[in-house]
Each structure stands twice: as C-alpha cells, then as structure tokens.
C-alpha cells in the first residue's frame, strides 16, 4: 500500500476535473484560484480523485456522506458530526486521494474556491 502524502506527487489524472468529471464541473479558473461546482445525488460515489489546492467551500445543498482514503478506510462520516447549515462556508485543507459516498436523500451541492497561490 503506498500512501502519496505529497500533494504535488498527487498524480494529474487524479485531479478532480479529471478523474471525476461527471460530478465536478470548472465554473472558474486563473493562477491563482479555481472555482469548482460539485454535485453527487444520493446513492452515488464520487471516484478517487484529490483536491490539490486548500479553499472556501459553500453548501448549497446539503446530503450526509461518507469520505474514504484509496484503501477505502473511512476518514469522514458525516452522519457523526454536526449538519453543516445549507447557505454556509466552511474552509478545507488539499484532499489526498479519496472517494465521496452520497449516503443522504438529497443532493449534495457545493461551490468550492480552491486557492493556487498564498500571494
């Protein structure tokens, strides 16, 4: 099992654009930022693919989900955290490669400003 912790050993065709295109859509994108549209409907899993970049996400729709690493250990399970308000942003850190589970009744709908550069 190998581990690729360096986000800049993350491979290209990991990228989310590419390795899961049908559920992140490019509204966005210059050197410094990439403004990404994502939507999982319920009982659909998001293939493994990374986030490169640290950025504001904003929940237009909320749905639980469950997030797995390659090896398909679960790393986040929502349904044991506090329900994030729909209309709220949250910040994240670069995701290495993982999957996204859609376990909710709804659509999970989320717009995510990915910064490229800290200048």
Same mark, same amino acid.
């Given at each position: 099992m190998s581990v690729m912790l360096n986000k800049k050993d993350w491979p290209e065709e990991l990228d989310a654009?590419? *390795? #899961? @295109? &049908?559920?992140? !859509?490019?509204? %966005? /994108?210059? /050197? !410094?930022?990439? +403004? =990404?549209?994502?939507? +999982? @409907? @319920?009982? &659909?899993? +998001? @293939? =493994?693919?990374?986030?490169?970049?640290?950025? *504001? &996400?904003?929940? =237009?729709?909320? !749905? $639980? %989900? +469950?997030?797995? $690493? #390659? /090896? /398909?250990?679960?790393l986040v399970d929502s349904r044991t955290l506090q329900k994030i308000p729909e209309g709220s942003a949250v910040w994240s850190t670069p995701l290495p490669p993982h999957t996204l589970e859609n376990v909710g009744a709804s659509e999970l709908h989320v717009i995510s400003v990915e910064l490229k550069s800290s200048t």
């Open positions: 654009l590419n *390795a #899961a @295109p &049908q559920h992140h !859509s490019l509204l %966005f /994108e210059n /050197e !410094s930022v990439r +403004v =990404l549209d994502t939507r +999982v @409907p @319920p009982g &659909q899993t +998001v @293939p =493994l693919h990374t986030h490169r970049w640290p950025g *504001a &996400q904003f929940i =237009l729709r909320w !749905s $639980d %989900f +469950v997030r797995r $690493d #390659a /090896e /398909e250990n679960t």
